[in-house]
C-alpha cells in the first residue's frame, strides 16, 4: 500500500488497485462527549424527526393520492409528455421518500414504475393497466402497512410487476441492445 499525501490511500493487487480517498468528512465530528449541558446537535436533530414522525402516513398518503391523479390524467388524455413526466416525478419522490416515511416496501414498486417510463421509447405504447397496476400496488402497500405479511406481499408484487416490466421494456428495446443490457443487466442472447 502507498499513499498520497497520506490522505489517500491507494492499494495495488495485480490487475487493478483500489483508491480510497481522503475522508474530509472525519474532521468535522469529534470524539470528544459532549459537556453536561452542552447542545447535542445530533440529538436534536433525532428529536425533531420523532416529533415530524405522526405526519409521516399523511405525508405519504398525499404522495400516493398524487400518483393516483397522474394516473386519471394518464387514463383519461392517454400518456402525454407532461403527464408522463408528472407521474415519473410522482413514482420517483415516492422512491426517494418511501424508506423516511416509514414505508420502505413501496419504494421498490415505485422504482419499477419509474423504469418503465424511463424505458420506453414510445410512452404512448404503455398500457395503462400496467400503469395502473403499479399505482394500485404503491396504494395498497401503504394502505395495509400495518399488516405482519405486509412487506412479504410487497415483495410478491414487487417480483411480478418487475417481471412483466422488465418484459415489456425488452419487447420494446428490441432494438436497443444496450438499453437491454440496462434494464437486464446482462448483454440480449440475440443479437438485434
Request: with cysteine; charged share 30%.
Amino acid at each position: 500500500m502507498r499513499s498520497k499525501k497520506n490522505s489517500v490511500a491507494i492499494m495495488t493487487y495485480g490487475d487493478h488497485e483500489v483508491i480510497r480517498p481522503e475522508n474530509k468528512l472525519r474532521k468535522a465530528v469529534t470524539d470528544t462527549p459532549l459537556a453536561a449541558g452542552e447542545d447535542d446537535p445530533v440529538a436534536r436533530a433525532e428529536q425533531a424527526l420523532a416529533e415530524l414522525s405522526s405526519e409521516f402516513a399523511g405525508w405519504m398518503e398525499e404522495e400516493c393520492e398524487r400518483l393516483d391523479k397522474c394516473r386519471q390524467t394518464i387514463v383519461a388524455r392517454g400518456v402525454t409528455e407532461n403527464a408522463k413526466t408528472a407521474l415519473f416525478h410522482a413514482a420517483h419522490d415516492i422512491k426517494g421518500q418511501a424508506a423516511t416515511l416509514g414505508f420502505p416496501a413501496v419504494a421498490a414498486i415505485a422504482d419499477s414504475l419509474c423504469r418503465l417510463i424511463e424505458y420506453t421509447p414510445q410512452p404512448n405504447r404503455i398500457p395503462i393497466k400496467l400503469i395502473s397496476q403499479h399505482v394500485d400496488a404503491v396504494r395498497a402497500i401503504h394502505r395495509e402497512y400495518a399488516r405482519s405479511d405486509a412487506k412479504e406481499l410487497a415483495s410478491q408484487l414487487n417480483h411480478k410487476l418487475r417481471d412483466v416490466t422488465d418484459h415489456f421494456l425488452v419487447e420494446e428495446n428490441k432494438t436497443r441492445p444496450d438499453i437491454i443490457e440496462q434494464i437486464t443487466g446482462s448483454p440480449p442472447l440475440t443479437p438485434a
